[in-house]
């Protein structure tokens, strides 16, 4: 649901634990976690926004960011990276 008063979606955001799609520990301190970021994070007027996004910390792959416009998209994403991330331990 699209939202214009972003102090109404600050608290939202802020108190509230919807956004977390996925959050994984692996060995050696390694974490993905994935978010409804709920801001288009795409820069364009054309095509859906991009409103989740996965981040990589720690290990070979830290910083890695994967953007998404759905929440199954960012779920397969989640799954995709972790599955990158275990192939090179």
């Known amino acids: 649901m699209p939202v214009t008063d972003t ?4 608290r939202w955001f802020e108190d509230s634990s919807n956004h977390l799609v996925q959050r994984t520990e ?3 301190g390694i974490y993905v ?3 409804f970021v709920g801001i288009d994070t795409g820069g364009h007027d054309e ?4 409103l989740f996004e ?12 994967s953007r998404y416009s759905t929440w199954k998209d960012a779920e ?3 799954a995709l990276i972790l599955t990158q991330l275990i192939h090179e331990q």
Do not use: C, K, W
């Not at 102090?7 to 600050?10: A, D, I, Q, T, V």
């Not at 095509?47 to 991009?50: A, E, H, V």
């Not at 996965?54 to 890695?64: A, E, S």
């Open 7 to 10: 102090e109404l979606y600050g």
């Open 33 to 35: 976690s994935t978010i």
């Open 76 to 78: 397969l994403g989640h």
């Open 54 to 65: 996965t981040m990589v910390i720690g290990g070979t792959m830290d910083g890695t960011r």
């Open 47 to 50: 095509g859906p926004p991009i």
């Open 26 to 28: 692996l060995a050696g």
